[in-house]
Nanobody, 115 residues
Framework: QVQLVESGGGLVQAGGSLTLSCAAS????????MGWFRQVPGKQRELVAF???????YLVDSVKGRFTISRDSAKNTVYLQMTSLKPEDTAVYYC?????????WGRGTQVTVSS
């Protein structure tokens, strides 16, 4: 069973940047597509972006032009580059398949954007 570990979160001022990483313990080749999700307390986890094996990407409107999703299949890693961060981007970020598999949820990584 593949395990996913998210990292790269932190505290950043509005307008700043962070790059999140999602490292898989095994091959992500079969996890198609791979996505990033985020959750704030009291709200449902929401899809932020996903990327297919063929590097076709999708980003929700609220992050288009600011976030970039990419993958390095050789390293079994998926990235989320976040720029021009806003306070409303504050959340715990998770990676998973899209649609997500309950068995693959990790602990996530906290992103906090201060105004």
């Amino acid at each position: 069973q593949v395990q996913l570990v998210e990292s790269g979160g932190g505290l950043v001022q509005a307008g700043g940047s962070l790059t999140l990483s999602c490292a898989a313990s095994g091959s992500i080749f079969s996890l198609e597509p791979m996505g990033w999700f985020r959750q704030v307390p009291g709200k449902q986890r929401e899809l932020v972006a996903f990327i297919t094996r063929g590097d076709i990407t999708y980003l929700v409107d609220s992050v288009k032009g600011r976030f970039t999703i990419s993958r390095d299949s050789a390293k079994n890693t998926v990235y989320l580059q976040m720029t021009s961060l806003k306070p409303e981007d504050t959340a715990v970020y998770y990676c998973n398949q899209q649609p997500p598999s309950q068995a693959l949820w990790g602990r996530g990584t906290q992103v906090t954007v201060s105004s």
